[in-house]
């Protein structure tokens, strides 16, 4: 009898409209779970979309791109007006260029154990020969770093280590330096800071650095050793005066 009907159910398997209605009911199942688990999913999300409502911490704390204020602020090309002072010290000996600036323009004495005499107008430059200007190349050493507005980059977000009266000394690390003046120049990071920090001093007074005193000879070394600098010891001086006292010049 058991044999009958167990043959009898494997006859009924091999119907064809029992095949269909186990295959549609197998479907049936399978897209019914995958609906549910799609479902869930979506109302676990809506939870985690929910605001939290505990305050951002981060808030109230100031941005590194907030624009900067006062002598902060980089000087455009037609705001600039004072007189100034450059000395570059190198283990070579010492240089000055003494001049004024206006706009566009400058007019400055540049001192190298002898005098000349040079006219600056926008990225091109005249020496004085006695007869008149002719143009000339840039005299300038260590031109990028004969800029206030790197200086005033360089330390927007330092914090002073010490003061004394209205100067403040910096410790600027190389990386910082390197993305100031040489942007394209790509480093190990790990080998950079290794290398001891400079130093920096800035004098201000009111709304200007009247003076910046720049003692890179960390920054040289890593120079050296990668080939991209000779020199061995630098210390730049920046002096400012007679802010908005210069009338234009010509030549």
Request: proline share 4%.
């Amino acid at each position: 009898m058991r044999k009958k009907e167990k043959s009898n159910a494997k006859e009924k398997l091999q119907d064809p409209k029992i095949k269909a209605y186990i295959f549609f009911g197998f479907y049936f199942v399978f897209f019914l779970f995958l609906i549910i688990l799609i479902r869930s999913n979506n109302a676990s999300r809506k939870q985690n979309d929910v605001p939290n409502s505990s305050p951002d911490v981060t808030e109230n704390e100031p941005s590194s791109t907030e624009e900067p204020t006062g002598s902060d602020t980089p000087i455009s090309s037609s705001e600039k007006n004072y007189q100034y002072i450059y000395t570059v010290e190198t283990e070579n000996g010492t240089v000055t260029y003494m001049g004024k600036a206006y706009q566009n323009k400058e007019m400055f004495t540049y001192v190298h154990g002898m005098t000349d005499h040079y006219y600056r107008l926008n990225d091109h430059f005249f020496i004085n020969t006695g007869n008149g200007y002719v143009p000339s190349d840039n005299p300038y050493l260590y031109f990028n770093y004969l800029d206030i507005d790197s200086v005033a980059s360089l330390i927007r977000y330092k914090v002073e280590t010490s003061k004394e009266g209205d100067t403040a000394t910096y410790l600027i690390p190389v990386s910082d330096l390197l993305d100031i003046y040489y942007p394209d120049h790509l480093y190990n990071g790990f080998v950079v800071d290794e290398i001891e920090d400079d130093t920096f001093q800035v004098t201000k007074e009111g709304d200007h650095i009247t003076k910046a005193v720049l003692s890179l000879d960390h920054f040289m070394s890593y120079l050296n050793m990668v080939q991209m600098d000779t020199t061995t010891h630098l210390t730049i001086t920046l002096e400012f005066y007679d802010f908005g006292t210069i009338t234009d010049f010509e030549i």
